[in-house]
């Protein structure tokens, strides 16, 4: 009975050195695996794919840049031919101003009123000709003063509220939504 006793321990102990050395020869495997090299198409598929990945990069950058620039280009194009009348209407708004000049002229014979009649209506064509292309006159005689449209070259004490227009000496003029030459006038302090 002796001997049975001491033979089931040592069958246990045999058991668990069987599972140990099992374990060990798992690990033995599984490093003998990772210091096998490597294949070499392995290596140059990862650098492919690294370099593909760069140039895709690349690509996708000049793509949005190009993209950018393209943006760019159209808005530039746009504001200018939104403003592309801005030159010729600097150069003729002296014109308008000694032609309103000329009808402030009074006269009493014949042939001034035929004269001025004429200066009349080259004014008017001139003036619905601005219009058409957006020239609008920025209103400002009896309006409150708008440092963004008036030009305040006079102030003088009147009943009216303070920054009222009290007058015009120069008009002013908007070509769409910039304004082009602003209205010089006097304001009520």
Known sequence: ????????????????????????????????????????????????????????????????????????????????????HQKIVEDLLPIIDNLERALKIEGESEAFDSLLKGVEMVYNDLVNTLMKHDVKEIESTGHAFDPNFHQAVMTEASDEADGTILEEFQKGYMLKDRVIRPSMVKVSE
């Open 1 to 84: 009975m002796d001997q049975q006793k001491n033979d089931q321990p040592v069958e246990a102990d045999v058991e668990q050195e069987e599972v140990v050395s099992d374990s060990d020869a798992e690990e033995n495997v599984s490093e003998d695996e990772s210091s096998e090299p490597t294949d070499p198409k392995d290596d140059e598929i990862a650098a492919l794919k690294l370099q593909v990945e760069a140039e895709e990069n690349k690509y996708l950058k000049l793509y949005a840049e190009f993209d950018n620039f393209k943006r760019r280009n159209r808005q530039e194009m746009e504001l200018n031919n939104k403003y592309k």
